[in-house]
């Protein structure tokens, strides 16, 4: 798949904007970090990137496409070609870990092979490769297991699971390691950047701003508009404080502004509001 571009995109919900004439462009193979306060825009940028919201302006182009005018079924081959974990992780709690899976590859089954993949399970050849995945990202023994039986950090692991059996061009992630504990995460961190490694452009929501650090790249979003675009470096703590300047949750003490990663005591309050990007919910 070729880049990304978001060119001068506008999205707005009952008259108020979630994202204002953002401008992106997003090499194939790069890995790229968005941060920036609860309401900022950061899960609506993603839906953009997928045609799941209406724009009030601009285009939208992945691997060549301008997504906004495709056709419904260009559309749908190029969002199989697409890989997403969302906060909602988008598993069907009633089916195990194992099938959840394994619908990863319902890009290429064809209708007839996803329904029976959906109600008599994958085949050997595919069950074998979900069963890999699941022993990558540390949830071997859990392939029997319903999905609605296990835990909010192990779902999240299953959804990265699934993107193993996909091997999408495109992976937009949406706060992969709010429900991890830190060591989870590195496991899910390098699942991520090994799929980027094999060719897969990575885009990440990230909450916590050092591990934003350690992309190459991070765009900070601030009331809907591109406030930072850079490497790492060049994040500094002034930057920092002019990112997350006025958010609620990016205050310790009423002291002054500053990155949600430095302050514990506020982190579920912060993951609560993450991703509704302002009026914008999903």
Known sequence: MKGVLLDEVSVGFDGVAALSDVTLQIEAGEQLAVIGASGAGKSTLFRALTRSVALAG?????????????????LGELRRRIGTIYQAYNLVPQLSAGVNVSLGEVGEMGRLGTLRA???????????????????????DK???????????QQQRVAVARLLVQRPDLILADEPFAAVDPVTTERVLETLLHLNREGA????????????RRFPRVVALREGRVAFDGPPERLTEEELARIYAGDPHGTENGEGPGPPSARPELEGSFRLAEGRDGVSSH
């Open 58 to 74: 601009g285009r939208v182009v992945v691997g060549g496409h301008d997504l906004y005018s495709l056709p419904r079924r260009s």
């Open 118 to 140: 959906f109600f008599a399970g994958p085949d050997a050849g595919l069950s074998r490769r979900a069963g890999a995945a699941l022993e990558e990202i540390g949830l071997g």
């Open 143 to 153: 392939a029997g297991v319903r999905t609605a039986d296990l835990s909010g950090g």
């Open 201 to 212: 452009t990575l885009l990440a929501n990230l909450h916590d701003v050092e591990v934003a």
